[in-house]
């Protein structure tokens, strides 16, 4: 501390690359600062730094992280309460982004983040600082109010223990921890989704993820229901079964407000989003079509085959995918992986993908289609265990396969299986089932040397939001990559890419995917910019980036 002091004291006035003498360990009263990364001018990204805390000093009572769910709930809390101490105690004083404090901002999700760390020794924050100057000389007395009074103050009131939030923290990670309780056994009950009573499923709008206010809040059909008993609470709502399950129902009733919530069901949200008990199967990934994406050697003869130009579909790549061909690269890439959860919108989707009428049939005849719709693939989807939750707003054909059509009527679900089932059998489909065979897919192994993010020799990996990831001379798109939250998984994204793609010369991109499924963020440098993403996304980003080879 004193040495810090002293320091700060020597280099105040001086260039702004005095700054770089600050690297290094510190030790105050209550914790331990570490100054990891010094930026380069006051414009520059603000300067990496940790401070270590003691549980003997922190003292938060054991019952907060004694598992894995609760532990990942209070890094996620201390995270909110840091962001909130920093915003509120911190300012600009000076040039750039100087006197600014900052840590990775939470949203409305529940993640593993790098921002804060609890182990068996205490809590480690990792934040930002910008460190003062004028102009491009150091301002040692604003930089020592950072160190000396402003940083111990957001310390001391996020990461110590305050008997009056007690009930805000267990509250916290508990909800967290049903959450989890009940994603785990989802499978076990032959469930992909459940939705509770009272959830809140509207946001406040298409670009605010908090809860609508006065929103209709959910009641599950009866016919539905089922409960769970959870580690802290008996929770009651509608479960959705696996096989396939429609969503229909007019425009503006509240279709695609329940498939996004469902979406969202993968991650576990905070106390008060309305959606914390919205839980998805882990493996649930939303599919749409997406024009002009980048394919590399997918195997997609299942839905798309004898193509007029000869092109092998068996080894698909293009540079331009069209909305049929690109819908079908993602439904056999997200099974490539290990998804057997598929969410689809019929509105963001490729209608000839999705069905071929009988007057379309009789005007082309199948030997002059290359698309096998998806509605003839579900029996082969079915045997492989596939379950599908899709809105159907427009395509009654599908009510011959669905094993559920739940109608949404004002925002309130309504189980009409049975109607769905009569008016089918009333109105007799005259298409033509396209008989397919047992859907093919094929395990890839991308090649190293196509998977290379350096300019000039050096590694260049920025995430630009969360639509895109800049690797090297690419920019991968991601904007259409629909569960992908938060920035800081971008960003671990990028890394963990460049990281892993060695091991593709002898692994395939499912083997690395399983292995580090639920460790990306262990591989990683300890920096605060990181939120753990799922191996689906990392595989998505893969497969779009352009140039990228697969055998």
Known sequence: MNRLRELLSKIDGRGYKAYKDLEGEYSFPDF??????????????????????????????????????RKVALEDYLTRCFYEEARRRSGKSGTGKSGMITIMRPGQKILKRSSMVINGEGIEARFYIGLPAYGRRIAGKEARKIFFNILPEIVRESMIYHSSDYKKMKEHVEVAEDANFIRKNLKKEGLVAFIADGSVLPRKSGVEDEPMEDAIKFVSPSSLRVSFDCPNRRIEGMGIREGLTLIVGGAYHGKSTLLEAISMGIYNHIPGDGREFVIAREDAVKIRAEDGRYVANVDISSFISNLPNGMDTRNFSTENASGSTSQAANICEAIEIGSKFLLIDEDTSATNLMLRDRRMQELIPKEKEPITPLIDMLPSLKREGISIIMIAGGIGEYFDEADLVLMMDRYVPKDVTEKAKEIAHKFVSKRIREEPGKIRIRERRPLPETINPTIRGKVKIKADGIDKLRFGMQTIDLGRVEQIVE?????AMGDVIYKISKEFSRKSLRQVMDEYEGKFLSILPPRGEYAEPRKYEVAFAINRLRGMKCV
């Open 487 to 491: 920035r800081g998984q971008v960003k």
């Open 32 to 69: 331990h600062l570490i100054v990891d990364h010094v930026q380069s001018d006051p414009f520059a990204p603000p300067s990496a730094c940790r401070v270590f805390i003691s549980h003997s000093t922190a003292k938060f009572p054991a019952e907060l992280w004694e598992n894995e769910s």
